[in-house]
């Protein structure tokens, strides 16, 4: 059974950072793409970034790219989200994801790639 848990948000002031940490287990972590996605209240879930199986390749949102990064550590299971320069808009729930298909060299952006989720961790940010 797959299983992600995402942990390390909180509530910050605008300008700050936080790290996003997401464990996985339950299935071969190094062979799947994985992605962060948000959901603020009141909207749709909206994809912020993503990272392929061996981490050559990511993809960010534009409202994030500059600001944010995904990594990953194959080697223990994690994927990481380093956040920076944060703003009030920033403020979500924020999910990690893993793809439904082996490999892939190009990071997915659509929900509808990702077949596990987690619970999501609440990241606040204050003006």
């Known amino acids: 059974q797959v299983q992600l848990v995402e942990s390390g948000g909180g509530l910050v002031q605008a300008g700050a950072s936080l790290r996003l940490s997401c464990a996985a287990s339950?299935?071969?972590?190094?062979?799947?793409?994985m992605g962060w996605f948000r959901q603020a209240p009141g909207k749709e879930r909206e994809f912020a970034a993503a990272?392929?199986?061996?981490?050559?390749?990511?993809a960010y949102a534009d409202s994030v790219k500059g600001r944010f990064a995904v990594s990953r550590d194959n080697a223990k299971n994690m994927m990481y989200l380093e956040m920076s320069a944060l703003k009030p808009d920033d403020t979500a729930v924020y999910y990690c994801?893993?793809?439904?298909?082996?490999?892939?060299?190009?990071?997915?952006?659509?929900?509808?790639?990702?077949?596990?989720w987690g619970q999501g961790t609440q990241v606040t940010v204050s003006s």
């Open positions: 339950g299935r071969t972590f190094s062979r799947y793409g």
């Open positions: 994801a893993m793809r439904r298909n082996l490999f892939g060299e190009v990071p997915r952006r659509d929900t509808s790639d990702y077949d596990y």
């Open positions: 990272i392929t199986w061996s981490g050559g390749q990511t």
